[in-house]
Each structure stands twice: as C-alpha cells, then as structure tokens.
C-alpha cells in the first residue's frame, strides 16, 4: 500500500478557553434554525461522503500508522462502511423526517395527533481509539440527519486517524454547526462542564461512568456504547470447522482491538481437540507467512495496551494452546489460545482488548449459560455456534447481551444498517441508520386540537365535574 509511507503528525489540543466559545457558536448557529431545513442536512451529508472519499487513501494511511491495519479492513469498517452508510442515509432522510400520524382514543383523535421529528440541539460525540472514524462519523450520520450541531471530541490516542478526520469535518461540513475539539482528558472534561442536548460516548465503563455523572448535572440523555467479555458458546452440536474460521477471523479483526471481539470460548471436552486444531491451521491459512509477517495482521495501538496484554499473557495460570508470542519494538502480539482452569483466572477478569482468546471446557449447555450469565452478565455481544436451531433460541433465551449472532462473530455489528447498542454494563441507546437519526432526534407528540365546534364534545372536562360527565369518557 503505497499510502502506508504518508504519515501524519497528531493535531494539536484545541485550547481550552476556546471550548465554551465553540460552543456558543454551534448553539447560536442551532438557534438560527439553518439545520431544520432538511436540504440542508442532505448538503452536509453529501459533502462528508466527498470528504471520505477524496481523503480514502489519508483514511487507510492514517489507520496504518495508529494500528498497522491493512487498507482492506481501513475501507471496510471506517472508509467505505461510512460512503455506503451516507448513501443509505440520503435515499431515507425523507422518509425519517416526515411527521408520523398516529392513532389515539376517541377524544385525542380530532386533534390530527402526530410525533414531529426534531433535531435535539448541540450534541457531543466522543470516540475511541480503535475505530477512530467509524465511532465518530457513525453517529453523526444520525445526528446531522436529525438536524443538530455537533461537537467531536476524537480518541487522541489514534493520533493519525485524529489528524485526517479533523482535516475531514473542518474542510468539508459547515463550519457554523460542526466543530472538532481535539486533546485528551483536561479538554475532555471542559466539554463535559458544558451543557449539551445530547452526548454519544464510545469507550471503556470507567469513563462511561464520569461522562454519565457530568451529563446527568445537565439532565442531558446520553448513548453510552460501552465493552464487556464478550462469550462464545461453542456447543455439542456445531459446525466446528466453520465455527473455527468465524471464531478465528472475528479475533484476529483489529488484532481483537474490537468491541465486539469474542473474549473466551466455552466448549464441551468432545470438540475442545477438534475446535483448538482448527483454529491454529485456520490462522496458518489466513495467514500464510506468518503473524507477523503478514500486512494484514493489525499491532496494539501503544505501548500501555500493548504492556497491559502482555501482562495478561503472563500472568494467566492457563495452557497456551497457540500462540503467546510477544515483540515489543513492532507491539506485536500473536494471535494466542489459552485454556483455562476457571473464571477466577486474570484473562476472564477483565475486556481483553487484544488478541488473546482464553476458553474454558464446560459440558453441560446449562452450566455453559450459568457461567456466562455469571461472568459475563450484559456484554456487548454474545456469539453461540450450534446446528440446532432450538438450542440457538434457547441459549438466546436465557442470556442478555447488547446484541447476538448465532453461527458467526462480530456480524450483527457490521451492518451500517443495523441498531448497534450495548445493554447493562455494554451500554444504553443505539444508533444507525434510522436507529442513528431516531437517538438524535426529540419525538415531539403534537395535537392540532379542533376548532370551537368541538367544545361541546370537550365540555365533558370541565368543571364542575358532575358524576354524569365522567361516564362520557
Ligand atoms: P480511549 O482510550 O480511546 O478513550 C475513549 C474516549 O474517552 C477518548 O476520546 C478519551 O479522550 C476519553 N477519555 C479517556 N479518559 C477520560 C476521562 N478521564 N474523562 C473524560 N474522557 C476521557 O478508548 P478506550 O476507553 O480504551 O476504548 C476501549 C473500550 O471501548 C473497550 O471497553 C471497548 O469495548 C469499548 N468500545 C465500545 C464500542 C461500542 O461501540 N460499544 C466501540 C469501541 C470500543
């Protein structure tokens, strides 16, 4: 990739004293109700689709510098994922702003009674480091197809990705109603003392909990799209060998540096052999040269991650089945199998963020659902691999996890238009799509109540109340 050489320095923190005053333009611009005119939502998203595509190669390169990843999974998940996703957006924006007519009793329904779409405001969006234009451009689809104004706050950890979206939103949305804040905690937390009608946060629960404490002083709603460990209940029944393909690809996706990256498996003792097999000759296929030799074989975005999953690695009491090789100069950490005793081992205490996959042998399916309901508990996601259809919705049944796929990893997070939200400790809300375009949005019930003719079917509510008004409701 010959955009892999381009590299990028990381923007510079926006000032401080300049956060409020930023503020007070895009509210100032939202109040002008430029962004109610739905055209002019069309224009900002048609030209986002142009900043994307003009700036495709900067996207991959960018990514290649953060995460070593490869230009096919840059534009599969943040450059072209996002074009395809505006495409989408254009053809229904439409169809989302059109004020709904809904059906009410006898007594509302002379009042023509609808939900009204309306922007919500100002709204923050604060992404991660792993997919720095995904988590970012993703929900302000949403947000400027409802019509609000919209801060960025990007992950300073990806500094080069952080250095081509701001070039992005700067260049090609309007200036007014668009702003990127870049810098880590202390202009952060400026933006979080600033009243904001909504805030969309993409990270870990600790921080979750502090943007959740400062939006509450607002009253602002937040999307809260969060992580967990993240299950993989392989069961007597599957299709191992495809189960080992799907397992394997879906860890090695952004070096497991994904939110919805199977964390451990558990599988019965009858297919453990079977499924360990597979999977290190599915990553010799995938990757025929070698781990590291491969490009399209991401790194650890730092040298604190990388330290915390080496760490991980070498204090599990576990068997490493495959893998465990670590290079610290390149942050390189092979794709690495371990077999653990039970949930008290250090690699089932925490979301592993890397490409480490511990398992656990558990038989019986029910003690299987016990233990993940137990260490799990509300992950993002949750993956089953089984023949039986039954069995499928009987695991689905009696687990809970922001979202699921059955036979496969990470898929029902892939689509630009499917709803993608946590639940529990993984999060609230979702968005996407129309999920996108309904979080940002206020459904605002309105009634065009008749005219006087209708006082003499409305003289039933007021006073005096007289028993014989009450039987007319
Ligand atoms: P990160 O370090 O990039 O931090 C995320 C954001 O939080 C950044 O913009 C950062 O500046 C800000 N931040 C950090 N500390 C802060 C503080 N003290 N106060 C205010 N803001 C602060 O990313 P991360 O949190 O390490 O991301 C990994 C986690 O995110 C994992 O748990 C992963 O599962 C989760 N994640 C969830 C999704 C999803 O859509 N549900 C997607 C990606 C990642």
């Not at 053809?91 to 059906?103: A, L, M, Q, R, Y």
């Not at 870049?182 to 202009?187: K, L, T, V």
């Not at 394997?248 to 453990?272: H, M």
């Not at 038989?363 to 089953?384: E, G």
Request: hydrophobic content about 40%.
């Amino acid at each position: 990739m010959s955009s892999a050489h381009k590299t990028f320095s990381a923007p510079p923190a926006t000032p401080i004293s300049d956060i409020s005053a930023t503020l007070t333009r895009l509210r100032t611009t939202f109040q002008s109700h430029k962004t109610r005119s739905v055209e002019w939502r069309k224009q900002q998203l048609r030209k986002l689709w142009w900043g994307l595509h003009d700036n495709e190669s900067d996207i991959a390169a960018s990514l290649w510098q953060d995460l070593r990843k490869s230009e096919h999974e840059a534009l599969q998940s943040d450059g072209i994922w996002l074009k395809n996703a505006i495409i989408d957006a254009l053809g229904d924006i439409d169809t989302w702003v059109k004020e709904v007519p809904v059906s009410a009793d006898l007594l509302s329904k002379a009042g023509s009674p609808t939900i009204r779409k309306e922007p919500l405001g100002v709204v923050l969006i604060i992404g991660a480091y792993n997919y720095p234009f995904q988590l970012t451009i993703g929900p302000l689809l949403g947000a400027i197809a409802a019509g609000n104004c919209v801060i960025i706050k990007p992950s300073e950890i990806s500094q080069a990705s952080c250095a081509v979206l701001t070039k992005i939103i700067t260049d090609y949305l309007d200036p007014d109603a668009f702003a990127v804040v870049n810098g880590a905690i202390p202009e952060t937390t400026e933006l979080l003392e600033q009243k904001f009608d909504k805030i969309c946060y993409t990270g870990n629960g600790v921080v979750g909990r502090i943007v959740a404490t400062a939006a509450a002083k607002h009253l602002t709603p937040t999307i809260l799209e969060l992580g967990g460990l993240n299950p993989v209940i392989v069961t007597k029944n599957a299709d191992i060998k495809t189960a080992a393909r799907r397992i394997c690809w879906g860890k090695a996706l952004n070096a497991g540096q994904v939110c919805l990256s199977p964390d451990y498996f558990i599988v019965p003792s009858s297919k453990e052999a079977e499924l360990v097999s597979l999977l290190a000759s599915s990553w010799r296929k995938f990757y025929p040269n070698g781990l590291k030799a491969s490009p399209d074989y991401p790194r650890i975005v730092n040298d604190r991650h990388f330290q915390r999953i080496k760490k991980l690695i070498e204090s599990t009491s576990g068997e490493i089945k495959i893998g465990g090789q670590t290079d610290e100069s390149e942050k390189f950490i092979d794709l690495t199998v371990v077999k653990v005793k039970d949930e008290n081992d250090p690699l089932m205490k925490e979301e592993i963020f890397g490409p480490v996959l511990p398992y656990i042998v558990i038989d019986d399916l029910d003690d299987a659902i016990a233990f993940v309901n137990r260490v799990s508990d509300t992950p993002l996601a949750l993956y089953t691999f089984t023949t039986d259809k039954k069995e499928a919705d009987y695991i689905l049944g009696r687990t809970r996890s922001g979202g699921a796929t059955v036979n496969d990893t990470i898929w029902h997070g892939a689509s630009h238009k499917l709803a993608f939200g946590g639940v529990g400790e993984s999060g609230m809300g979702n968005y996407r799509d129309k999920f996108g375009f309904d979080a940002f949005s206020h459904h605002r019930t309105t009634v065009r109540q008749a005219g006087g003719w209708f006082e003499a079917v409305l003289d039933a509510r007021y006073p005096p109340y007289l028993p014989s008004k009450l039987s007319q409701y």
